[in-house]
């Protein structure tokens, strides 16, 4: 079917997620009128995975004598960015990350609390109620409530397809087309691209970034849409080279034991049988991920032997998962998990390292000089090679020994379309093109080259809601409302 139907709207919003959702609904709020269009069945994108948001100076904080200022978290957010990041554009998200939180509340988001991501981090992880693994659900849910209360019409397994301008280089509107394959045009003042990022989208990786390899963490169909209709209006790009991940093990989610080993501070080697970087980088999983983008296959092997197997289960893991495991927690369930984990290719054990490097396909006399190396490192009580932290010094000594297959994993990349700090959206020569605007994954500008979550955590999630905030009354201002 071909058939035409032609709408009108003061706002589009192409992509449901959090900040889709949350551009449209303060344009609603300030009395738009606001049509959203979602490709998948269900509103959510990457925001069903998050955990948490960053915010600085929010109640929660002050209530907890947490004295962080907007002034420090601007600068150490800079710094990291070596000042590559759009310095106007940070400071609109810092500064507007407090009201958000209040204005997210009001909407019937709940939050447990105010954390840091690393042992000695700044607390301004906003961590959301709800199960670990589904929290970004919560959020999500009560954001579609209050759009379907104020009216907002939702079209579900309809994306968008290309923007319209006219002479002058203004947007006036789109095309979609429905799951019939029936064609949708929408006449209107403003649109918003919330599309999310293109970690699905292999040949955009492939052209964009370093890890054409990696997989991506969630089958969410991010490809990428949203950034490529913006250059295809004149767009300048922005950011496609910043990525948010780490490593990951295919069907393992946060929560299980398996996933927990992958990540732990222990020996890790690539698949030459090397060790290549110091393992504690571990707290930081944007080093994690720019460890491995120069590893071959963007693989690696957590090592350990037996004695830190009891260490895991007794005593406990060293580096949590957010809230799916934390640290200190026991891998209790360990020996039948790693025996599953034997028969679905993702674990090796073995009586000798000779017989693990088979196992694993690296040369065996390299495996053990790595070993060898490593372990006079745990004797001396100091890495001469990476300076890894001491605490961290695990030997590997006592058969059995193991290996978990860890591979390059993606959970969303972090740019693609040059805006200013109201969202806007700039053309190459710097101006703005009127009337369209590019929020959350899909927007550059607010990292250097490499994802903060040391001093910005919760920074993905966090830019997307206050980026839509933002986006939304300044499209008020636009339209004249």
Request: glycine content about 12%; overall charge neutral.
């Amino acid at each position: 079917m071909n058939q035409t139907s032609d709408l009108a709207t003061d706002v589009v919003v192409c992509g449901c997620g959090s900040s889709g959702l949350i551009a449209g609904l303060t344009a609603r709020y300030g009395g738009a009128s606001v049509i959203m269009f979602e490709k998948r069945s269900a509103p959510g994108g990457t925001s069903l995975f998050a955990e948490g948001m960053f915010a600085v100076e929010s109640g929660m904080q002050l209530r907890n004598n947490i004295s962080i200022t907007r002034e420090e978290a601007f600068r150490k957010h800079m710094e990291y960015s070596h000042w590559r990041a759009n310095g106007r554009l940070v400071r609109r998200f810092i500064d507007e990350s407090a009201s958000t939180i209040d204005w997210l509340e009001q909407q019937g988001v709940e939050f447990e609390g105010v954390e840091a991501a690393k042992p000695g981090g700044p607390r301004v992880w906003h961590v959301m109620k709800g199960n670990p693994i589904t929290r970004g659900a919560g959020l999500i849910n009560s954001l579609v409530a209050k759009v379907k209360q104020n009216g907002v019409r939702i079209c579900l397994r309809t994306p968008v397809k290309e923007l319209l301008i006219n002479k002058e280089n203004r947007v006036i509107g789109v095309i979609a087309v429905d799951s019939s394959g029936n064609t949708v045009r929408v006449d209107t003042k403003a649109v918003v691209i919330s599309t999310g990022g293109f970690q699905n989208n292999k040949e955009m990786l492939k052209e964009y970034t370093s890890a054409g390899m990696a997989m991506a963490s969630y089958n969410i169909d991010m490809t990428g849409d949203g950034i490529r209709m913006a250059w295809a209006v004149g767009a300048a790009p922005e950011g496609t080279n910043v990525l948010l991940g780490a490593t990951g093990i295919e069907g393992e989610n946060r929560g299980s034991a398996i996933a927990a080993i992958m990540f732990q501070p222990y020996l890790w080697v690539n698949q030459e049988g090397e060790r290549f970087c110091a393992e504690d980088i571990t707290f930081s999983t944007p080093f994690i991920l720019n460890a491995h983008i120069n590893q071959t296959n963007g693989t690696r092997y957590t090592i350990f032997d037996e004695n830190t197997k009891i260490h895991l289960m007794q005593r406990g893991i060293d580096r949590g998962m957010g809230h799916a495991k934390q640290a200190g927690d026991k891998l209790v369930t360990l020996d039948a998990d790693l025996d599953r984990g034997v028969t679905q290719g993702k674990v090796f054990i073995a009586n000798t390292l000779s017989e693990l490097a088979g196992k694993i396909g690296v040369r065996g006399e390299i495996l053990q000089a790595t070993v060898d190396e490593y372990n006079r490192c745990c004797e001396e009580g100091h890495d001469r090679i990476f300076a890894k932290n001491p605490d961290y010094l695990q030997p590997v000594r006592q058969a059995r020994f193991y290996a978990v297959k860890c591979h390059l994993s993606l959970h969303c990349t972090l740019g693609g379309i040059k805006i200013n700090d109201k969202m806007e959206v700039l053309d190459k020569k710097g101006g703005i093109i009127p009337g369209l605007y590019a929020v959350g994954n899909c927007a550059g500008g607010l990292y250097g080259d490499t994802y903060d979550i040391g001093n910005t955590t919760g920074g993905a999630l966090g830019f997307a809601v206050n980026s839509g905030r933002i986006a939304g009354k300044n499209i008020l201002q636009y339209i004249g409302l």
